[in-house]
């Protein structure tokens, strides 16, 4: 009788028993590279957000993007990069946290992220407690600018001019709540020294208004002002960190140059809402570690401004720790309020 779907006058004379076994053998080889092609599509299906609680420009978004195509093959991954921008980087912040805890949800946070939790009244989040530090990147610094209108040569210059005129100058930052904002709010306090703020939505915007001379000061991380070392429409005055930044070695400290004990710089990671399973924590932190150890993006990131450095999971959360503490104490002592 003939194979039920096959017509009679089409069907192939019975091969010799030898062939069966062949074609179970070739069937089985075909069986075994798709399900390899199925793993193999499975896993480059698996999309990460990564998080960017500013705009484009900005100096997480332009490291997320410095990263994100190592990191990817890195996971297997294809790593989507996302600017949520609003609010002082709370936004995008507030969306990570609501998110589930699968490691499919990162977001690229810096100082600010634990600005936030003392600058603003009503926040619906906790900086510390619904985040998990899940990869430490590197740490940059900020850099004290002044309009070349003030004609002042260095900080101690400077503090004497704002100090000259109290309320007279005004300085940008990228937003109220931002590392930038809170960089020059503590600077002045620090030095006893009054400046009205003017809030702009990036960093970027805040050098514009610098440039233009609408504004006589900025503290900018290094990464989105190196260009403009030698523009003569600004002075770059110091470095905030605590030693002198290694891409700016000529450049003094603001301790340096006249605000003895004076420090602001800003820690960079991945975090993932609080609740991620260890696991996945730890997959992902030795993932960004093989990155970081990639010659290729450590000049990457250091031509962004970047000290790159790996640690693992319970380093970054130490960290994080410490850094909440102190933030608590930067910002009272600042006076910046964000309403």
Known sequence: MPDRFTPFASRAPRAPSSAPRGARARLGAALLALAAWSGAAHAESRVIRVVVPYGTGAVQDTIARAISDELGRALDASIVVENRAGAGGTVGTAQVARAAPDGNTLVLAAASHHIAGYLYKNLSYDPYKDFTGVAYLGNTGYILLASSTLKVANTAEFIQAIKARPDAYDYASAGNGSASHLGMASLLAAAGARMQHI????????????????VQAVTAATIGVTGYRNDPRVTFLAYTGKQRSRFAPDLPTVA?????????????GLLAPAGIAPAERDRINAAVNQVLADPKVQARLAALGVEAEAKSPAQFQDLLKADWDATGGLVTASGARVE
Do not use: H, I
């Open 256 to 268: 340096e140059s006249g605000l003895p004990g004076y420090a602001f710089d800003s820690w960079l």
């Open 199 to 214: 809030p702009m939505k990036s960093t970027g915007d805040a050098v514009t208004e610098l440039l233009a001379g609408r």
